[in-house]
Nanobody, 115 residues
Framework: QVQLATSGGGLVQAGGSLRLSCASS????????MAWYRQVPGKQRELVAT???????NYADSVKGRFTISRDNVKNTVYLQMNSLKPEDTAVYYC?????????WGQGTQVTVSS
């Protein structure tokens, strides 16, 4: 079992920044990667960024150069630093933990970017 607690969403003007946090607990040794997804109503959930246990990162083209995923292994927390936010970044953001036998999701956090 893995528990994920997500925080950090909110309302920000275009061009602003937000940092999302995802604190994990439970079967930490079984997690091989963490990810952030986002979803807007009526659309499929979209992969935003991933980070492996080795520190390798990957980003959706739409956020490259603006978002940074990172992890603090002492705090068992993954972050998503979002800069130069655009109205099209508005979505519910979800934290995801990938294990060999499946995956776990945190509760979503709303990010709203006003123009």
């Amino acid at each position: 079992q893995v528990q994920l607690a997500t925080s950090g969403g909110g309302l920000v003007q275009a061009g602003g920044s937000l940092r999302l946090s995802c604190a994990s607990s439970g079967s930490m040794s079984s997690i091989y990667a963490m990810a952030w997804y986002r979803q807007v109503p009526g659309k499929q959930r979209e992969l935003v960024a991933t980070i492996t246990n080795g520190g390798s990162t990957n980003y959706a083209d739409s956020v490259k150069g603006r978002f940074t995923i990172s992890r603090d292994n002492v705090k068992n927390t993954v972050y998503l630093q979002m800069n130069s936010l655009k109205p099209e970044d508005t979505a519910v953001y979800y934290c995801n933990a990938r294990l060999s036998w499946g995956e776990y999701w945190g509760q979503g956090t709303q990010v709203t970017v006003s123009s």
